[in-house]
């Protein structure tokens, strides 16, 4: 029991960053129709600006903020630079583009930096409190679960009460009447890339003190793990990309605990396979394609 | 539209074609007098497949640089028989694809004389047979698999790593003997890294002297289930057989989940420095980490071996972080000079198979290197060493051993000093 | 409404016609004769070359089978596969293992590659069957997180299953060597090439042949509108099981084709990263004509090559080579991706076909 407990808890911790990142992803998806595969490389290069700064600095927090900077300038600059000059008639280019920039990207961060693992720090400790003999949550698993909370909120916030969010909301879903009724449709785009790769950003910042340290392939298992959860949740639906990660995190720590490293892989085509089938939509879909 | 189409296939065809005739070849044999490849009066080019990219690249991507530094050392002084060597670093991304197509340019294309110290298990794996059948030297391949002690095989391959199995035996019987009684533990990679490994530390504690085994895939980041499971087992010594990444996350995982036991960590994984820098401020948290190596430490600024190679680094390799692998690189280019020397003026590949195979190098190395025409493997043992302090250090004897049921002995020859001008005389 | 399985409208049939007319040799001919002199100068070409390039364009066809089947399935019949790395998986250690049981068994002639690579092909169109059909229920990034799956698998059922597939060293592939009747000194690449060639000239026959026959405009119509298409009584599902069975077969052979021509096989070369080429070198060639997948098939082998060679041009002091070294050709491979794609979406072919039209229209007085 103690150890299904501990598994469980360890795997919501990660399911939380899964659910972020995940988020970032369903993100752009609304806004554009793309799945950002160049999500894990531009988060790693945010968490590089935050390794340089807190070196410069010494303080982690002034990286973090410059993280996060980093992450909403990316995303717009990739938007701009070089998303909005492709022709979007396939949908396979921008994809294409995506990969490219992923190379790209993490070919500069070694360039840079080199491809050496470099230490990323937790704010705070992560030796888990107990109670009994049972490890819990440690301090900085709860700050994971507080941050994501919290920009899950904003988000919702954002999207539902703003007039900006509304703007967005229109943009995205019918850019062409949003347009005619005075909506920047592309600055309305550009604003959803900065978020959501704004949100990548955060979770990097998350998960990589977690993980090996800071690598120009930090976040590339992340990413992996992150698209399963935002497919398994509806790409469409922001509450799916959170049931989905955290779906994705337990079930992670309980293949590995029980069963097994090398399974999780089976695990998780097993769990796509089965929703997929089910719904081929995710398991929150809401627009069911036209069936004739 | 159809016959642009097909036209495009035909130009597409046509030129991809085309585009490849840049040189001409021919099918003859291989005359008398030809010469041998790789080799001219002046010049010795070898070849390495190295990852200089991608996951697997960390702390590695710096071994081949070490090696160039090295034999850049060695041409400024006036090279080996008044050639130089030239070494042409290949990189594969740890992608046994990427290995294919490397090696056979290095072969074929650029003609190495010989491949040296080329990286990894399932990417050296790969071109063993190519290798045999172009009879192209593949000397002290880095990695502690097996399967390049295969004499009968392929003749021209060897080792240089102690293999897994050597380091298990080492490390389980240093348990046996210093920490008796106490419950051990195992995490390994899972692959023959981690399987050879386990094997060893059960050749001498018995299967029942380990109470529990957990194995990690290196797609998974997340060790806590494993280490969760140790804490639950009451384990108190941890031996692991894993790369530094893992080791490090190990030790940082165990650390929050309040276990503490004692670390005992196979060669790949036990490298100080970099452990150090991955774990940052938590870096103290290596004191006493147990680990095994076979060459100079590279903290030991008294070892005339870590004198030589500092300043090797600093004259020819722009004085990049020295650290393990670095020492190694230089250790792999000593050995090869060695062997370079020992095959004499008249260079050819069978001359130089013939040199690895007489052994008797002596060099940077704490522990036997085990060369004949029965045994391809390399360095036999290595000595244990400790975190004290913030440094690694060694202590106690220098075991060797073999990786069958044989005893774990000390190993008593003295270690040697580098020739005054730090290349091996002939 | 369930229309789909009414009887095939009478408006295909006359759109063979169309494409017919004016045409007296059968496609199959053509294609048959366009291969036979495609073979002729492969075989030239083979003795002009080195062995090294020799093995490069050996390993181009391999590429190819890959690349053509998934041009069918992307290009033409509009799905995403992110998996067909892992297709390619199947097929190579279909091979090894086949090879091996052979070659323990004694049998070590060169004619049971044949078998072995028939073997390869029928293993990865069953696995193909398997997902397709989980596929064909799936549209734009859903298919895509599914294959995606299918692809990262790999690795991990070779660790469990280490017993069979020897977990990540991976297997052996024994090869007959090339027949005695060449002659001592015949270059082993060069047999290479030819083997690999032959399969692949006859498996692009078969595809070529499949893209212009009725399956091919089934293809196209369920890309274009699947909504058009099922109201034009076609089986879409059915369709794009088929079309993918076909790219898997395609696959099949390419993985097996380059274990044979590796004569080893591990999980480490049929990566996700394998996959994700795979898709970029279809889209860079120009997707959704066979051609494109030649382009695609040979960026694959010379690119990483060519930017390796680019980098050698610079000589640089041991600091900057050691960060620049392996990364600056991946620099320079992403920011070719993007510039293509920006500036020419067709991909190289769709360049080329704009070209032959531009110059076409220059000169007016060309055939008609």
Redesign the interface.
């Known amino acids: 029991m103690d150890r299904f407990l501990f598994l469980t808890l360890d795997g919501l911790s990660r399911g939380a960053v899964y659910a972020a990142f995940a988020l970032a992803l369903v993100l752009i998806w609304r806004a554009g129709r793309i799945v950002n595969f160049a999500q894990g490389a531009m988060a790693v290069a945010a968490a590089y600006v935050a390794y340089s700064v807190t070196a410069a600095t010494g303080s982690y927090w002034l990286g973090f903020a410059a993280a996060l900077l980093a992450g909403l300038l990316l995303g717009a600059i990739v938007d701009i630079a070089v998303m909005r000059l492709v022709d979007h008639r396939s949908p396979l280019n921008p994809v294409i583009v995506a990969l490219g920039l992923v190379l790209l990207i993490q070919a500069l961060l070694g360039m840079v930096y080199g491809n050496e693992y470099l230490p990323a720090q937790a704010p705070m400790s992560r030796t888990a409190l107990t109670v009994g003999d049972t490890a819990l949550l440690s301090p900085y698993d709860l700050f994971v679960f507080a941050t994501v909370g919290v920009v899950g909120a904003a988000l919702v916030w954002i999207f539902t009460r703003t007039a900006i969010g509304l703007r967005m909301r229109a943009a995205a879903f019918a850019p062409e009447v949003s347009r005619l009724l005075g909506v920047n449709v592309g600055g309305m785009l550009t604003l959803g890339w900065a978020l959501a790769s704004g949100v990548g950003a955060l979770a990097a910042m998350l998960v990589i003190p977690t993980e090996l340290g800071l690598h120009p392939h930090a976040m590339d298992m992340v990413f992996v793990s992150a698209f399963t959860a935002a497919v398994l949740g509806g790409l469409d639906s922001p509450p799916g990309a959170v049931v989905g990660g955290l779906g994705v995190g337990l079930l992670l720590s309980y293949v590995s605990g029980y069963a097994g490293g090398d399974l999780i892989p089976l695990a998780v085509l097993a769990l796509l396979l089965t929703v997929l089938l089910l719904r081929p939509g995710g398991l929150f879909a809401t627009v069911t394609a036209r069936r004739v | 539209m159809r016959t642009t189409e097909r036209r495009g296939l035909a130009i597409a065809t046509t030129l991809t074609l085309l585009l490849t005739l840049t040189a001409c070849g021919s099918d003859d044999g291989p005359g008398s007098g030809e010469p041998v490849p790789g080799v001219t009066d002046t010049e010795i080019v070898v070849g390495t497949h190295m990852p200089l990219t991608g996951p697997a690249s960390a702390g590695y991507s710096k071994i081949a640089p070490a090696t160039k530094a090295y034999f850049d050392y060695v041409n400024a002084n006036g090279g080996v028989h008044g050639r130089k060597i030239t070494y042409k670093v290949m990189d594969d991304g740890y992608n046994p694809a990427t290995t294919q197509q490397v090696v056979r340019q290095l072969v074929l294309q650029d003609k190495v004389f010989a491949v040296l110290n080329g990286l990894g298990t399932p990417t050296h794996t790969g071109v063993l047979d190519f290798l045999h059948t172009n009879r192209v030297p593949d000397l002290f391949v880095a990695s502690g698999s097996r399967n390049w002690d295969q004499p009968d095989r392929y003749p021209n391959t060897f080792g240089f790593n102690p293999d897994y199995t050597v380091e298990g035996k080492i490390l389980a019987n240093h348990v046996k003997t210093t920490l008796p009684g106490r419950k051990v533990c195992f995490l390994g990679q899972d692959d023959d890294f981690g399987q050879d490994a386990l094997a060893g530390v059960e050749k001498v504690l018995g299967t029942d002297g380990v109470v529990a085994r957990e194995t990690y895939v290196t797609s998974n980041t997340n060790v806590a289930p494993q280490i969760g499971a140790f804490k639950a087992a009451g384990c108190e010594v941890v031996i692991l057989a894993t790369v530094p990444g893992f080791t490090a996350l190990s030790v940082g995982t165990a650390a929050r989940l309040g276990f503490r036991p004692q670390w005992v960590v196979s060669n790949v994984g036990a490298d100080h420095p970099t452990l150090a820098r991955q774990l940052g401020d938590a870096a103290g948290l290596l004191e006493g980490m147990v680990g095994l190596n076979y060459l100079p430490m590279q903290g030991d600024t008294d070892n005339p071996w870590i004198q030589l190679f500092t300043k090797v680094n600093n004259e020819h390799n722009g004085g990049a972080e020295f650290d393990g692998n670095a020492v190694y690189g230089m250790a792999v280019g000593y050995l090869f000079v060695q062997v370079l020397l020992a095959a004499g003026k008249d260079l050819t590949r069978e001359s130089l198979v013939e040199a690895v195979r007489k052994g008797g190098y002596q060099g940077p190395g704490v522990a036997p290197l085990r060369f004949s025409a029965t045994d391809h493997s390399g360095y036999g043992g290595g000595r244990l060493s400790r975190v004290s302090g913030g440094k690694q250090t060694y202590f106690g004897p220098t075991y060797e051993t073999d990786e069958a049921d044989g005893p774990v002995n000390e190993y008593t020859a003295p270690p040697v000093s580098p020739p005054a001008n730090g290349v091996p005389n002939a | 409404?369930s229309?789909t399985r009414a009887p095939a409208p009478p408006y295909r049939q006359r759109a063979v016609d169309l494409v017919r007319t004016g045409r007296s040799v059968p496609t199959l001919l053509r294609h048959l004769a366009?291969a036979v002199a495609?073979a002729l100068?492969?075989l030239l070409?083979s003795?002009?070359?080195?062995?090294?390039?020799?093995?490069?364009?050996a390993?181009?066809a391999a590429y190819l089978c890959a690349t053509a089947g998934l041009t069918i399935l992307?290009g033409l019949c509009g799905q995403?596969s992110l998996g067909h790395g892992a297709l390619m998986a199947t097929g190579a250690y279909t091979v090894a293992l086949c090879q091996t049981a052979f070659f323990d068994r004694g049998v070590t002639s060169g004619a049971v590659l044949l078998l072995s690579l028939v073997a390869a092909v029928a293993v990865t169109v069953t696995v193909g069957l398997v997902v397709g059909v989980?596929a064909a229920?799936?549209?734009?990034?859903?298919l895509?997180?599914?294959t995606?799956?299918?692809a990262?698998?790999v690795?991990?059922?070779t660790?469990?299953f280490d017993g069979i597939f020897n977990?990540?060293?991976?297997l052996?592939v024994p090869v007959a060597p090339a027949p005695a009747g060449l002659?001592?000194?015949?270059?082993?690449?060069?047999w290479q090439l030819w083997m690999a060639a032959g399969a692949t000239l006859l498996c692009l026959v078969v595809l070529a042949n499949l893209v212009r026959s009725r399956y091919g405009r089934l293809f196209r119509a369920v890309r274009d509108d699947e909504?058009a298409a099922?109201?034009a009584g076609i089986h879409v599902a059915r369709t794009q099981v088929i079309a993918f069975v076909v790219s898997a077969a395609g696959a099949g052979l390419g993985g097996a084709l380059?274990a044979v021509?590796?004569?080893?096989v591990?999980?480490?070369?049929?990566?996700?990263?394998?996959s994700?080429f795979l898709?970029?070198a279809v889209?860079?060639g120009g997707?959704g004509?066979?051609?494109g997948a030649?382009?695609g098939a040979?960026l694959l082998?010379?690119l990483?090559?060519l930017t390796?060679s680019l980098t050698n041009l610079f000589t640089l002091?041991?600091?900057?080579?050691?960060?620049?070294?392996?990364?600056?050709?991946?620099?320079i491979?992403?920011?070719?991706?993007?510039v293509v794609?920006?500036a020419a979406?067709g991909g190289?072919?769709g360049q080329?076909?704009r070209l032959?039209?531009a110059l076409r229209a220059l000169r007016p007085a060309g055939r008609s």
């Not at chain 3, 977990?167 to 991976?170: I, K, L, S, Y």
């Not at chain 3, 591990?266 to 394998?274: T, V």
């Open positions: 409404m229309a366009v495609v100068v492969v070409v003795y002009q070359l080195d062995s090294y390039r020799n093995f490069q364009l390993t181009v992307t995403l989980a229920r799936l549209r734009g990034p859903y895509a997180g599914l995606l799956a299918v990262v698998v690795p991990a059922l660790v469990t977990g990540e060293q991976g052996p002659g001592l000194y015949f270059p082993h690449e060069r909504v099922r109201l380059l021509l590796a004569q080893s591990s999980p480490g070369a049929f990566g996700l990263n394998l994700l898709l970029m889209v860079i997707l004509r066979l051609a030649v382009w040979f082998v010379v990483p090559d390796h002091s041991p600091a900057t080579a050691q960060r620049l070294e392996g990364n600056l050709p991946l620099a491979f992403g920011a070719t991706l993007i794609m920006i979406p190289v072919q080329l076909s032959t039209r």
